[in-house]
T-cell receptor, first 112, second 114 residues
Framework: ETGVTQSPTHLIKTRGQQVTLRCSSQ?????VSWYQQALGQGPQFIFQ???????GRGNFPPRFSGLQFPNYSSELNVNALELDDSALYLC???????????FGPGTRLTVL | GNSVTQMEGPVTLSEEAFLTINCTYT??????LFWYVQYPGEGLQLLLK?????DKGSNKGFEATYRKETTSFHLEKGSVQVSDSAVYFC?????????????FGTGTRLTVIP
């Protein structure tokens, strides 16, 4: 069984640019959640997608947006990047919204 | 609101020492409680969980008991090993919310020295 994978591993962008991060969910999972983990902090919930629809959102501005595809993989898009967006972005998949979340290794985004 | 407060780190212990990492929570409902571990360069892994009061979660020698009266879920291990060096996160989840998302503490870095 393949686990949750994320790409790219690392990314460097400049302020004002846009970025897309990708996540492949574990086989049999239809739910993907995204978290932002700033340095030295715990992960913070961005949003969740369940069967291609947004199923809940944390306290993040609208420039953070997402998609889920029919194969349940997902994208996180961030527009107008700010320095504070520098963080590790974690994706987690689950069998459904109420089940255990399995995390990927994350994408390290640096905004200069 | 919903939040998790963890013992500040870093924590440095000698091999075979006893470990306690304190965790308390605030929740608007009746949460499930979790400990996750993050090894260097890896993603989060679920270490253990408890879904109701007085439940004890255990895994790999680690234990934590869900204490509703003290709103706590402290992580313990009787004898740590060098391989336990990692960052440990306490988290809660409320099933009432649509997303069932996790609320994490800030993490506690544990270093075990030989």
């Amino acid at each position: 069984e393949t686990g949750v994978t994320q790409s790219p591993t690392h990314l460097i962008k400049t302020r004002g640019q846009q970025v897309t991060l990708r996540c492949s969910s574990q086989s049999g999972h239809n739910t993907v959640s995204w978290y932002q983990q700033a340095l030295g902090q715990g992960p913070q919930f961005i949003f969740q997608y369940y069967r291609e629809e947004e199923n809940g959102r944390g306290n993040f501005p609208p420039r953070f947006s997402g998609l889920q595809f029919p194969n349940y993989s997902s994208e996180l898009n961030v527009n107008a990047l700010e320095l504070d967006d520098s963080a590790l972005y974690l994706c987690a998949s689950s069998r459904d919204p109420g089940n255990e979340q399995f995390f990927g290794p994350g994408t390290r985004l640096t905004v200069l | 609101g919903n939040s998790v407060t963890q013992m500040e780190g870093p924590v440095t212990l000698s091999e075979e020492a006893f470990l306690t990492i304190n965790c308390t929570y605030t929740a608007t409902g009746y949460p499930s409680l979790f400990w996750y571990v993050q090894y260097p360069g890896e993603g989060l892994q679920l270490l253990l969980k408890a879904t109701k009061a007085d439940d004890k979660g255990s895994n790999k020698g680690f234990e934590a008991t869900y204490r509703k009266e003290t709103t706590s879920f402290h992580l313990e291990k009787g004898s740590v090993q060098v391989s336990d060096s990692a960052v440990y996160f306490c988290a809660l989840r409320l099933l009432q919310t649509g997303a069932n998302n996790l609320f994490f503490g800030t993490g506690t870095r544990l270093t075990v020295i030989p």
